[in-house]
């Protein structure tokens, strides 16, 4: 009766911890991604094929330009992280420091707040948005806002 009790509580305790243990695993993933494709595959060490990895291929940022908004795909972004590679090969790479204060998931969808720095300087708060697939989590969408004196 007491092996029953005990396992019967084993049990309970197992799956009372399963739901915030994968919520966690969940997080740490969303949070790889955003560290791995987007902090250092475009902003510490650029890298498309970093970029690829973790952006959706129909990922699309969007930028605000006063009462404007413009699209920019990941290919044309790639391209344009590679140029300014290819044009500052030469350069010291920037420190860049960054805080997830925001990381929301339900179910295959998530969002995360990232506060970006370089050298120092707040650049950038992003408001990226991904989802889950077969193959794992992917950056989907992107705004931003661009700090003063960055």
């Not at 791995?36 to 510490?44: E, F, L, T």
């Not at 708060?125 to 989802?131: E, P, Q, R, V």
Request: charged letters at 25%.
């Amino acid at each position: 009766m007491k092996n029953t009790i005990f396992f019967n509580a084993m049990i309970l305790t197992l799956f009372a911890l399963s739901g915030p243990l994968a919520a966690n695993d969940e997080k740490k993933a969303v949070m790889s991604v955003v560290e791995a494709a987007y902090v250092k595959g475009v902003h510490a060490d650029p890298s498309g094929e970093a970029m690829r990895k973790g952006f959706h291929p129909d990922f699309i940022m969007f930028v605000q330009d006063g009462d404007k908004v413009t699209k920019v795909t990941r290919d044309e972004w790639i391209a344009r992280i590679e140029a300014a590679k290819a044009k500052n090969s030469g350069g010291p790479k920037p420190v860049v420091k960054h805080e997830f204060p925001v990381v929301e998931i339900t179910g295959k969808a998530a969002i995360v707040k990232v506060e970006l720095y370089k050298d120092g300087k707040h650049v950038f708060t992003d408001f990226i948005s991904l989802y889950k697939f077969a193959d794992g989590w992917k950056i989907i969408g992107k705004i931003f806002y661009r700090h003063p004196n960055s």
